[in-house]
């Protein structure tokens, strides 16, 4: 015998075609009541945070005579025989409405019967503008006292419920709009987005630097060793590239006599998809004349912490459970002492391949066979040993010249080139060289790449002639540095995706994703 259960007795649900075709029929309502459910605007005079800000200290049960007009989305609704309370939403936050029915229809003549209209019209997710006074209820909860309504936007699809919210993972990035209405914290990660692009954006403008917009179509890809995404130009007849990096144009700039030139947007390179890989991402980069790689390791840890300070106003940051201390001066190590730190091996000890690759193999490297170099091999082994245990920011210098073809070759050190990486919890984070100006070097090196592209390397490009044309017109010593934007907001938001911090990830349909 099955013993009586404890919970109610389940509630038949109504399906989405439903509830959509309900609601359809609350805007034929609304129409023949002479209200247009989707208004052409409203008037406000404040928002949720400025009435919360305002008025926190006011006592319960008391009324502020001041006349204010808000606007939002319903979020929740009680109604209670004359009375109702509903929760509305702008874009700063929420506040309570209180709706009374003696009240209201003392102020509104149109519609008759506007409080029962109210209750019947209106459901979780419409829009509603509202004037009214500031009332704090005998409960606490600061309240607008609605005088007069309006619904603004009839809401034909329920929001997910209030208990067990939006949680599929890719549905929130796939309908990011919702995941926008009833997840706060998302809508404050792109908030604080705007707020870091825009402190960047100030700094550098408080430096001297100039942005200028470069093109995403190019002849040529090149910048970066990076598979990039084709198109066709119809009226051209010719195949381009979108872009994988904005390096050599901005180079083409300080050819042409700019000194301090930047640009922040958008990358589109068509390599894998992971926590920390997107198909299109945003990077800055920014190139200075007269200035090396010790200069942009400076211009980065004031960037990084200005950004920081503007936004969060601390440099010790909370990230996935670590604490992370942007203070500088951060931490510099050469790859050879990475290395040598995390494996014990002294790559730069070997005159021979064969000998590194043996090395390698005793400490666990895997792939080794197929590094051409002993220079690919140190950065192979840096990869596989040293990338993911760098959780304090820390600068990795004077890389290989065979996997660095737009540095400067090292003053001091041959075999190397005067560049840096820094990480900062196990991730890249920024990019810099001091810029290879020498063109003869230069067209070695792309020549070199092209004919890695020949024999089938995806990531490799050919010669952009130009930009050798423009190397020999003479670029000034240069520094150039590149911020990977999306992974320094996902530091300062504590977000462990990427695509928990663009907007819009790139997603494959769902009728080809797996069920």
């Known amino acids: ?8 007795p389940a509630q038949p649900t109504s399906t989405l075609e439903e509830i959509r075709a309900t609601r359809l029929e ?8 002479g209200q247009n459910p989707y208004a052409y605007g409203w008037e406000m005079t404040h928002h949720a945070a400025d009435l919360q800000t305002k008025f926190a200290d006011l006592p319960d049960g008391e009324e502020v005579d001041l006349e204010v007009s808000i606007a939002g989305r319903i979020l929740a ?12 939403q702008d874009e700063t936050g929420t506040i309570q409405l209180y709706l009374d029915k003696k009240r209201i ?5 149109d519609p008759p019967n506007a409080f029962n209209h109210l209750k019947q019209l209106t459901d979780v997710g419409d829009f509603l503008g509202v ?3 500031i009332k704090r209820t005998e409960k606490g909860e600061l309240s607008v006292y609605v005088r007069q309504y309006s619904i603004l936007t009839k809401s034909l699809l329920p929001l997910p419920d209030k208990w067990h919210g939006l949680t599929d993972v890719a549905k929130r990035y796939r309908q990011r709009y919702v995941d926008l209405i009833v997840n706060p914290e998302v809508r404050e990660t792109f908030r604080r987005r705007a707020l870091i692009t825009a402190a960047i954006r100030r700094y550098l403008d408080q430096q001297g630097f100039i942005e200028i917009e470069t093109p995403v179509l190019m002849t040529e890809a090149g910048g970066a060793e990076a598979r990039p995404f084709i198109t066709y130009h119809n009226t051209l007849e010719m195949e381009l590239y979108l872009r994988i990096a904005t390096e050599l144009h901005l180079k083409r700039l300080i050819v042409g006599g700019f000194e301090k030139v930047f640009e922040l947007g958008r990358i589109f390179r068509n390599e894998g998809i ?3 890989h997107n198909p299109e991402f945003t990077t800055i980069e920014i190139y200075q004349a007269y200035a090396d790689y010790n200069d942009m390791m400076a211009l980065t840890e004031a960037i990084v912490v200005y950004a920081c300070q503007s936004v969060l106003g601390i440099l010790r940051v909370e990230y996935q459970g670590q604490t992370i201390d942007l203070t500088p001066p951060w931490r510099r190590v050469t790859m050879h002492d990475l290395v040598q730190e995390k494996t014990g091996v002294d790559f730069s000890q070997f005159s021979s391949l064969s000998e590194a690759k043996a090395a390698a193999t005793k400490v666990g490297i895997q792939g080794v066979e197929e590094c051409e170099s002993i220079g690919k091999l140190l950065n192979e082994a840096f990869e596989q040993k040293g990338e993911e245990t760098l959780i304090q920011p820390t600068f990795v210098l004077d890389y290989p010249v065979e996997i660095s073809p737009l540095a400067k070759p090292h003053r001091a050190k041959p075999g190397l080139v005067e560049r840096f990486e820094l990480f900062i919890v196990g991730r890249e984070t920024a990019n810099s060289f001091s810029e290879l100006t020498d063109p003869l070097d230069q067209r070695q090196r792309l020549e070199a790449q092209s004919a890695r592209k020949a024999a089938g390397d995806l990531e490799a490009h050919g010669v952009d002639e130009d930009f050798l044309t423009a ?3 003479g670029m000034p010593p240069t520094g150039g540095l590149g911020i990977g934007i999306d992974r320094l907001v996902m530091l300062l938001t504590n977000s462990p995706s990427i695509r928990d911090v663009i907007a819009f990830p790139l997603l494959k349909p769902e009728k080809s994703e797996e069920v």
């Open 77 to 88: 609704r009680r109604v209670f025989g004359k009375l109702a309370f509903f929760s509305l």
């Open 1 to 8: 015998m099955s013993t009586p259960s404890s919970q109610p």
């Open 26 to 33: 609350k805007v034929d309502q609304l129409k023949q009541l």
């Open 131 to 133: 004037k009214g006074t």
């Open 471 to 473: 190397l020999e017109y």
């Open 105 to 109: 229809e003392a102020e509104m003549a």
């Open 274 to 276: 992971s926590t920390r």
